[in-house]
């Protein structure tokens, strides 16, 4: 199955209608490569993460699922400011 794409603007870039915020991801790790596996499986090439969800630990798991297929997605990160 694969998803619709979109154009962004005038770019090459064609992301999924559909995207995956991986806030909810959790920790339990073999979990969330599984999850992350599935919905890339499924045509979604847009992912969210920052790095304070877990403390970080989010960003690393979505890294270690994307590695060796990073040219094929799309990703969004946000940074925390400090107070």
Do not use: H, W
Request: charged residues 35%; aromatic residues 4%; hydrophobic residues 40%.
């Amino acid at each position: 199955m694969e998803l619709k794409k979109r154009r962004i603007g005038t770019s090459d870039l064609l992301v999924s209608e559909a995207a995956l915020g991986c806030m909810s991801l959790g920790t339990e790790k073999e979990k969330a490569l599984s999850l992350l596996d599935e919905a890339i499986d499924l045509g979604i090439n847009y992912l969210d993460t920052a790095d304070l969800y877990d403390f970080g630990t989010n960003e690393e798991i979505v890294g270690e699922a994307i590695k060796n297929r990073r040219q094929d997605l799309i990703l969004a990160t946000k940074r925390r400011q400090p107070l």
